[in-house]
């Protein structure tokens, strides 16, 4: 299995706060890393794909970087409406691994 | 656009089997995607249970696998996920997805819980 560990677990922060969730792949995964977010009893939405690819209607504050083993997820300013939790997900093996999620809370 | 919704039992007795279904619509079930089953037990994150093609070719976790069973009726434009033995373990959110190189879009989620 391939595993996936975010960093933090969890993280504090204030409206307009430059926000990074850092994931990293136990082997290497080319750019196959997709990130969602997750509201309290809601399903996962796609954010990111393919590392850096934003998904069509997600605002232009969300970016992705990365390739290989160690991948960012970056909130350029973050908005009332982004606290949430952010999962990161590999693609590159048919047994798709999540990452732990990253629980990004008000400060 | 594409809406995916569970539907099934929401309390299995353990070492019962849960049987689940997802309904597509907006899009046809052999549209190309892979269809997929991933869960999360309350409070936790997400494991991938398996996924099947329209041509009925699966994929499963391997923590999973021995009782697994993903099935597709192209028929009814839906696909099923039956988990045999179930145990305390198993209760989880179930989700069903589209796959194609990244899940989306995502059915609502229903809870399941497994007790006597």
């Known amino acids: 299995d391939i595993q996936m560990t975010q960093s933090p677990s969890s993280l504090s922060a204030s409206v307009g706060d430059r926000v990074t969730i850092t994931c990293r792949a136990s082997q290497t995964i080319g750019v196959s890393l997709n990130w969602y977010q997750q509201k309290p009893g809601k399903a996962p939405k796609i954010v990111i794909h393919?590392?850096?690819s934003l998904q069509t209607g997600v605002p232009t504050r969300f970016s992705g970087s990365g390739s290989g083993t160690d991948f960012t997820l970056t909130i350029s300013s973050l908005q009332p409406e982004d606290f949430a939790t952010y999962y990161c997900?590999?693609?590159?093996?048919?047994?798709?691994?999540f990452g732990q999620g990253t629980q990004v809370e008000i400060k | 656009q594409v809406h995916l919704q569970e539907s099934g039992p929401g309390l299995v007795k353990p070492l019962g089997t849960l049987s689940l279904t997802c309904g597509v619509s907006g899009d046809s079930i052999t549209s190309g995607h892979w269809w997929s089953w991933v869960r999360q037990p309350p409070g936790k994150g997400l494991e991938w249970i398996g996924e099947?093609?329209?041509?009925?070719?699966?994929s499963y976790n391997p923590s999973l696998k021995s009782r697994v069973t993903i099935s597709v009726d192209k028929s009814r434009n839906q696909f099923s996920l039956s988990l045999s033995f179930v145990t305390a373990a198993d209760t989880a959110i179930y989700y069903c997805?589209?796959?194609?190189?990244?899940?989306?879009?995502w059915g609502q989620g229903i809870l399941v819980t497994v007790s006597s």
């Open positions: 393919a590392a850096s």
């Open positions: 099947v093609y329209h041509s009925g070719a699966t």
């Open positions: 997805a589209a796959f194609n190189n990244w899940f989306d879009p």
């Open positions: 997900q590999q693609s590159h093996s048919t047994l798709f691994t």
